[in-house]
């Protein structure tokens, strides 16, 4: 007999309710932030709600730090959510509660095998090459057989024939054979709920109509339906779930991403790759859904367009340099009072927010992440005498500082210091000289920077000012 997923038509008049549910075993992830903003997004999209729940029951492993950066990370992109955060751990009563309710309406049982005979089934099933799956021998048993206060688990009693379809919306119907799936536990020895079990309540009690999570979890779905299908039998009012199963996000050379391809935190994108949290919104909308061509959607705009239709059904592939190219984008068109603030935190003490506001303009122009602006605007704060990098220092070799003394004389005399001023005198001096405007420029740039990089050098002149300027340029004349 069949079984189809009716999620879809169930849910088809209701409110939309989507849920991001994180382990805080770790950072949020780039694959986790990609699934949070998928179920932000769709939630917005059809006016809806979206929850966040914090799946804290490895009580081991899960860390308040990871539960900050979580949450930290997710507000840095602007992803809001419409209830505080629910912890599972908090639920743990409610989940023992509903097992015995399957218990007691005959669709979970108590099994008191052994942890000693369940390794011994499973040597027999690799012996004989079966599938390692429990084997259903306390299924139809009655629990007097039992020695009296023997320790027992609770499994579910999943269907053992036919099979079961889910309509997934990204996978679209994917069907599995009922005895590929075995009684799994539901509630262990000590009392505790499993993951499985732990989920499917939650979600239920959250109102969560759309699951929306990576495909990794998809064989997930068919082991929780039967708790869904089977708690809909004893209450009504448990709907199953409208699924979609978003691909994973591979490296740039097609493998399992990893921390070598860019899997790390949102954090590391923030702090130590300079990315601004629009950009990783945007390259993470595009991973792995479209619209068109369009490379540059603004987040009204994806709130706008997004639904599960435009989500791909293989993998994408994360490539930092395009998410850099993206940002270098959203630098561009980032107000400079704002970029001039998140740079002067990564400058430290020194920075000037008003000087680095009027220097943006012409500092993010070709930067691809904050780290670069932040390189870009070091000179404006350094201390005289300046630190020469190599290659400045072979630009004052020659006659290069006797140039820099006509040229500092010339700009003295310079009474409107405005960058039109300083070019059409320095050019005047190039011409003058018989040379090039890069011939002066060039030994100009070190002496006012100490490197061979820097924004336009008249622009450089009148953002260190006259004062300073000149300064700079007297210490390397002859």
Known sequence: MASESSGTADQANSEVVTRFAPS??????IG???????????????????????????????????????????????????????????????HAAVAWQLLEAGHAYKCFATPEELEA?????????????????????????????????IRLKTPNDGETTIQDRVQGAVTVKNEELDDYIILRADGTPTYMLAVVVDDHDMGVT??????????????????????????????????????????????????????????????EFGILPEALFNYLLRLGWGHGDREEITREEAVQLFDLDGVGKSPSRFDLKKLENLNGHYLREAEDARLAALVAARIGGTADDELLARAMPVLKVRAKNLNEVVEGAAFLFAKRPLV???????????????????ICDQL??????????????????????????GKLAQPMRAALTGTTTSPGIFDVLVLLGREEALARLDAQAA
């Open 24 to 29: 805080p075993t770790g950072f949020l992830h």
């Open 32 to 94: 986790g932030a990609r699934t949070a903003l998928f179920n932000w997004l769709y939630a917005r999209h059809h006016g809806g709600r979206t929850l966040l729940r914090i799946e804290d029951t490895d009580r081991k492993r899960s860390t308040q730090e990871a539960i900050d950066a979580i949450i930290e990370g997710l507000d840095w992109m602007g992803l809001d959510y419409d209830a505080p955060p629910l912890f599972q751990s908090d639920q743990a009563e409610r």
């Open 121 to 153: 089934m499973r040597e027999d099933q690799r012996a004989n090459k079966k599938p390692l799956r429990y084997d259903g021998r306390w299924r139809d048993r009655d629990p007097a057989e039992a020695p009296e206060g023997a320790p027992f688990t």
């Open 210 to 271: 759309h699951v929306i999570r990576g495909d990794d979890h998809l064989n997930n779905a068919f082991r929780q339906l039967p708790i869904i299908r089977a708690m809909n039998a004893i209450e009504g009012n448990w709907p199953d779930p409208v699924y979609a199963h978003i691909p994973l996000i591979h490296g740039s050379d097609g493998a399992k991403l990893s921390k070598r391809h860019g899997a790390l935190g949102v954090e590391a994108y923030r702090d």
């Open 388 to 406: 020469m990098s190599e290659k400045a220092a072979q630009l004052l070799e020659g006659d290069a500082r006797t140039l820099l003394r006509k």
């Open 412 to 437: 003295a005399a310079q009474n409107d210091w405005t960058s039109e001023a300083l070019e059409a005198t320095t050019k005047a001096l190039a011409e003058e000289q018989g040379l090039g405007l």
